[in-house]
């Protein structure tokens, strides 16, 4: 029961006066502040926010305040949770709250404002996934009148104007929305009678009615009314108002309930790379144009997103190492790779197209051959820039794609030169220009210099991706389909980025992660990790560009390893293994805590503990020349490395150079698996910038220097380790997280989900909650301990669940490669005590593919290759070649292509509609086939009415219109 006698005073007052109030439960020491645009809300210091007190109200903790304000007074405001030193803890998501104080309010009235706090799943329909395609309306929706705008007036001392207001993202085409409710004002509950909302814009819907006293409380609740009669009443519990008996009432209510409560709206979509796209117009690999029949196929298959890799170039070796997409040479730059060169003239001569049909034979392949394909793509754009370079860099398209983008364009041009010619992407080796300066790059650019059709070159290509990305992303949008991009988590150390900004990155570092469901030795990335307190002087501005570049094409994104804007996994640059890392940011062990609990001796417990029993026990009859090329006696049996051996990336370059004098004894690999095994046999890693400090080793029981320890210091470290791991960096990482995270998620409006797999922080599933980011759930992967599959049923609305993903095998290759997982599996999930069969059969698929559309995901997104299982003519292939990545790899050859064409897939009836069925069939929202149709043959014949007047215009496919034609 609300109650709405909550003021700060009874004493008569001259002005008008607002009174804050808005439920929110709070823990110790926490209090809310209101802040806004004017000085009396502290004009966006929160330090000078108007503080507001507690009230318990039944079950509720109702936070409010009066505060005296001009006649005419109106601001913008917002809610924020601080300390008792006013340090803000967390903050409301989405807009910001306006206030316009009602027209002709007298002296000492009170306007009572009640609030809901707004989370960051409340903003999601504001998003561009949501608003601009999911909730795209074919006819856009009139302003009825202005936000906050009050029409109706108070006639008498018993009356009370009450403003409702709701938002409401999803309206059809002739539906409106009511209030209804217990009193007669609001029709008795009889949608007949009741209150008609106006639309206000931006999806926000309000309505006035003046009520007398006696009319209070009521009940009530939202509804929106087809023309055709039908009625959606909001789901829940009714809403109440209420009022008490205490003599200085508001006269004004201002009601804003936040969303309308309706059925959580539920989507699927198709995961698949760009490089593993096949279809007839390809060459050798999937191209971005290729995304347009991808959308047309997930249409039919009642899809609303397709979700790709990352499509940034990653050419830092120049070889098919740079296969690998979650390395970025450039985090603003397209990849290469993408481009369609037969859309990139419009007179392509007879001799280039016969080079082009030929190459599209000599590369359709089972497999991307990344170096071959790449070659052959810039060998035939670079031909075709020499032919019509000038045409192309004098036009008004490319002269305003480049100024949009020369911040990142300049030094990626340069940067792809200098790589070539010093032939080596280590800047360092670059001599004079292995740092950085402005003054530098314009020498490189300069339209004099020998080298600049080289520099126009690198323009030209990134130029062309641009607009053909651009064409796929709008067919997608106009289509109903969100276009999901991925933000890998880190960018390669010998990048455009290192090189530009060096300031923004601890390059004596990697990153990596932990032990996990991939790799039971962690993993390490190679990347440096960021120097977020570098970032943050400019409220992390590199992020922002970067996520504002990603916002031209798609409209939702995938953070990669999300755990990391809480914490990284960093490894020193000479780790080669991902084992022996530490996190960062986190509160270390210092020596003198470890010293009162009785631990002191740190040679014995960071140092490797190698003694003359373990070598004979790892290399056998071979221990005596492993030591004598590697390590050194210090102690009676206890060895040492020598300096020359002491780190992984020491003994493999000693390795690499016994092996080609023929001199080991036995396989490279295993010999380089056995000493890195003995350089990880410590307890405690010591902190290089602090020799005071340490880091509980992963897993430090597995070893033996632990195993030999006494039983009571045994005792110390295992509680120690649980603590570092578990509990004593928990409020760290949170802080850590709500300083970086908003700066991506503010920094456009693109749709967030959250890959949140492996090791998970206690605090990283409340904290994305409250920053409305939408987590992974993969069944196989279950973030519930005990758990060996996932329940997808039981999953939080807030999710993405998926059978499998990129960074694991596919769902055909998973059910056949354990054979006792496959029959728990059967027994525990399907509820069978038969026998399961040995391959994944289409009706396997089928069961797994409905257990997760008929969950409460927000989203169910299935690769590809999962979705071709449910019909046996797809399972042609083997299995295990249909994995992307092999993450125990670090050296895996992303190549895998889908061994059938788009064009055949869409015209498979009978496997869309299977699909469709099971979409539909699970009350998910699905495209609407005519509705996507419409939209583009809107655009087609707005195109078609200025080719009458125009007839040079054509269709953007790739190539740019010619100059006297209008941008439409």
């Not at 001796?601 to 026990?617: A, G, I």
């Amino acid at each position: 029961m609300v109650n709405l006698g909550l003021l700060s005073g009874t004493k008569s007052v001259k002005s008008p006066r607002v009174n804050f109030r808005i439920p929110y439960y709070t823990h110790w020491g926490q209090s809310l502040i209101v802040c806004g645009s004017e000085p009396v809300l502290g004009s966006w210091n929160v330090k000078k926010g108007f503080l507001l007190r507690p009230v318990h109200e039944g079950d509720q903790l109702i936070w409010c305040g009066n505060i005296a304000v001009p006649s005419g007074f109106s601001c913008e405001y917002s809610y924020y949770v601080v300390d008792d030193e006013r340090n803000v803890l967390r903050w409301e998501m989405g807009k910001k709250r306006k206030l316009l104080l009602p027209e002709g309010i007298k002296d000492g009235e009170v306007v009572q404002l009640h609030d809901l706090w707004q989370t960051g799943g409340d903003a999601l329909p504001f998003r561009s996934a949501f608003k601009n395609v999911i909730f795209r309306q074919s006819l856009s929706l009139n302003i009825e009148r202005p936000e906050g705008l009050i029409h109706d007036k108070l006639d008498g001392e018993d009356s009370i104007l009450v403003h409702f207001k709701i938002c409401c993202p999803n309206v059809e085409e002739d539906t409106s929305v009511y209030v209804i409710g217990s009193t007669s004002k609001l029709g008795q509950w009889k949608i007949e009678g009741g209150l008609k909302l106006s639309y206000a814009g931006e999806s926000i819907w309000e309505t006035d009615c003046v009520m007398q006293r006696g009319d209070l409380p009521f009940k009530y609740k939202y509804c929106k009314y087809g023309k055709t009669g039908s009625i959606s009443l909001e789901t829940g519990p009714h809403r109440e108002l209420s009022v008490d008996s205490s003599n200085n009432q508001p006269r004004y209510i201002f009601l804003s309930d936040g969303m309308m409560r309706e059925m959580p709206w539920r989507g699927a979509g198709v995961a698949v790379p760009v490089f593993s796209i096949r279809s007839e117009a390809d060459l050798g690999v999937g191209e971005f144009l290729d995304l347009k029949l991808l959308v047309d196929w997930s249409v039919a298959s009642g899809f609303h997103l397709v979700q790709l890799l990352p499509i940034n170039d990653t050419s830092v070796h120049k070889m098919w190492w740079d296969s690998y997409p979650y390395s970025s040479l450039s985090v603003f730059a397209l990849h290469p790779l993408y481009l369609r060169v037969e859309a990139l003239s419009q007179n392509m001569p007879e001799d280039l197209k016969k080079e082009i049909e030929k190459a599209k034979v000599q590369l359709d392949l089972k497999d991307v051959d990344y170096e071959a394909t790449l070659a052959t793509k810039l060998s035939i754009a670079k031909k075709i820039f020499d032919r019509e370079k000038d045409l192309i860099l004098k036009s008004d398209s490319f002269q305003n794609f480049y100024s949009e983008n020369e911040d990142w364009l300049k030094p990626y041009a340069a940067f792809c030169f200098l790589r070539d010619f010093f032939e080596t992407s280590d800047h360092s080796q670059w001599g004079r220009f292995s740092h950085y300066s402005n003054d530098k790059l314009e020498k490189l650019v300069l339209k004099d210099s020998f080298h600049y059709d080289i520099i126009c070159f690198n323009y030209y290509v990134q130029y062309h991706l641009h607009l053909q990305l651009s064409e796929a992303a709008e067919y997608s949008r106009k289509k109903g389909v969100i276009l999901k991009g991925d933000l890998p988590i880190g960018v390669d150390r010998n990048s455009v980025d290192t090189w530009v900004y060096p300031n923004l990155f601890r390059m004596n570092t990697s990153t990596g992660a932990p032990p996990d469901y991939f790799d039971k030795n962690g993993q390490n990335w190679g990347f440096p990790t960021y120097n977020w307190e570098e970032m943050s002087k400019d409220n992390y501005g590199w992020w922002r560009a970067r996520l504002s570049q990603m916002a031209k094409y798609f409209t939702a994104y995938r953070i990669d390893h999300i755990l990391g804007f809480f914490r990284i996994w960093e490894l020193p640059e000479h780790a080669m293994t991902g084992l022996l890392g530490k996190f960062r940011p986190s509160i270390p062990l210092s020596q003198e805590e470890l010293e009162r609990e009785g631990i002191w001796d740190f040679d014995r417990l960071t140092r490797p503990y190698v003694k003359q029993e373990l070598l004979q026990e790892k290399f056998g009859s071979s221990w005596t020349y492993i030591a004598a090329n590697f390590l050194q006696e210090f102690q009676k049996g206890r060895y040492e490395f020598t300096e020359e051996c002491n780190t992984e990336k020491k003994i493999a370059a000693k390795l690499k150079s016994c092996a080609e004098k023929s001199i080991l004894l036995e396989s490279e690999d295993k010999i380089r698996r056995d000493l890195f095994d003995l350089l990880k046999n410590i307890v405690l890693i010591r902190d290089p910038e602090d020799a005071r400090k340490f880091y509980p080793r992963f897993n430090l029981e597995d070893t033996s220097s632990f195993s030999d320890l006494d039983d009571r210091s045994k005792n110390v470290l295992k509680r120690l380790y649980y603590d570092y791991y578990f509990h004593r960096q928990e409020n760290l990482w949170r802080q850590n997280a709500l300083k970086t995270l908003p700066a991506l998620l503010n920094s456009s409006d693109m749709m967030a989900c959250g890959e949140d797999l492996g090791l998970i922080p206690s605090c990283v599933h409340p904290v994305m909650q409250e920053l409305g980011l939408i987590g992974l759930r993969i069944q196989r992967m279950p973030s519930e301990p005990g758990l060996e599959f996932g329940i997808p049923s039981q999953y939080n609305y807030m999710t993405v669940c998926a059978p499998s993903c990129h960074d694991c095998s596919t769902l055909r290759a998973w059910w056949e490669e354990d054979e006792e997982r496959r029959h728990r599996f059967f027994k525990n999930v399907v509820g069978s005590d038969a026998l399961p069969p040995s391959n994944c059969v289409p009706e396997v698929t089928h069961f797994i593919i409905r257990q997760h559309v008929e969950s409460p995901s927000m989203w169910a997104i299935f690769p590809l290759q999962d979705l071709l299982a449910l019909k046996e003519e797809y399972t042609s292939r083997p299995a295990e070649e249909e994995t992307i990545n092999d993450p125990t790899n670090p050296k895996h050859y992303w190549r895998f292509r889908v061994h059938v064409t788009l064009e055949s897939l869409l015209k498979d009836k009978e496997l869309k509609m299977t699909i469709k069925d099971l979409v539909r069939g699970s009350g998910r929202s699905h495209p609407r086939v005519d509705q996507a149709t419409a939209a583009i043959t809107s655009d087609k014949q707005q195109i078609a009415k200025v080719q009458e007047k125009n007839p040079t215009v054509k269709p953007l496919n790739g190539v740019p219109r010619k100059e006297t034609v209008a941008v439409l």
